[in-house]
């Protein structure tokens, strides 16, 4: 019969291995970060609570790019029936918000979308955005594969949540 001391030394490094994806993959979509190979990491995801079901909201979040220049194409996600990549601008004296048909991503360059400027509208909400829940928000880019970050929900006027 084998001692005690050689199954918990031939079983530990098993499951080790098999809990470590699970922690890995849960920490990067908590923090919405790449892994370290990844080419784009996005960092900072945050939306505003909504007023309603069928209101809108907007995504702000920074993408930092660790490969090769690159373009944020497209975002979706199961909480809006339509996802627009937005710019505001002032025209004359009236701030508009207009869909722009691509972001630029480049090394050491992070593009910051934020509030008064680039950002990621939510039309056609499926369901109330209530701040202290989050949702899912996929991103895809013209060459880097899709990222899928978890977006929390701060209250209506709020401002981005605490980074760490």
Sequence with gaps: MKSFAYRAATALPLLLAMATPVWAQGNALQTGAASPAAPIAVQNAWARASAGANGTSAAYLTVVDHGP?????????????????????????????LPVAGIDVAPGKPAELKPGGLHIMLMGLTQPLRAGESFPLTLTFAHAPPVTVTVPVVPPGGSAPHSH
């Design 69 to 97: 220049a690159d373009r944020l194409l497209s975002a979706s996600t199961p909480v809006a029936s339509k996802v627009e990549l937005h710019e505001t601008k002032m025209d004359g004296t009236v701030m508009r918000m």
